[in-house]
């Protein structure tokens, strides 16, 4: 993907290690042409951290997430998101 992502899709999981859980955050987005491209993937760490790491990657994005708490973080707009049946949108 040479241009900014115009939508970013995010998600979570757990990773069960030896004696402890691990947070895994994945973002991937979605520009021109329909590229994917990963855009950051992180370990433990929360996604208010992760937005620094995907800033210059993306332009003004529409965020499609399930209702992880945090995710909304990860672009400005959170006054612009709404929910239906657990699923986060947002967008301009």
């Given at each position: 993907?040479g241009t900014?992502?115009?939508?970013i899709q995010?998600?979570?999981t757990k990773?069960?290690g030896?004696?402890r859980d691990?947070d895994?955050?994945v973002?991937?987005?979605?520009?021109?042409?329909?590229d994917?491209?990963?855009?950051?993937c992180?370990v433990?760490v929360?996604?208010?951290?992760m937005?620094?790491e995907i800033?210059?990657k993306?332009n003004?994005?529409?965020?499609?997430?399930?209702g992880?708490r945090?995710?909304?973080?990860?672009?400005?707009?959170?006054?612009?998101f709404?929910?239906?049946?657990g699923?986060?949108?947002?967008?301009v």
């Amino acid at each position: 993907m040479g241009t900014k992502a115009d939508l970013i899709q995010a998600d979570g999981t757990k990773a069960h290690g030896l004696g402890r859980d691990n947070d895994v955050n994945v973002v991937i987005g979605i520009g021109e042409n329909n590229d994917k491209k990963l855009l950051a993937c992180r370990v433990n760490v929360k996604w208010e951290e992760m937005r620094s790491e995907i800033e210059d990657k993306v332009n003004n994005p529409y965020l499609i997430a399930d209702g992880e708490r945090g995710i909304p973080s990860l672009i400005e707009k959170e006054d612009n998101f709404h929910s239906h049946r657990g699923l986060f949108a947002a967008g301009v």
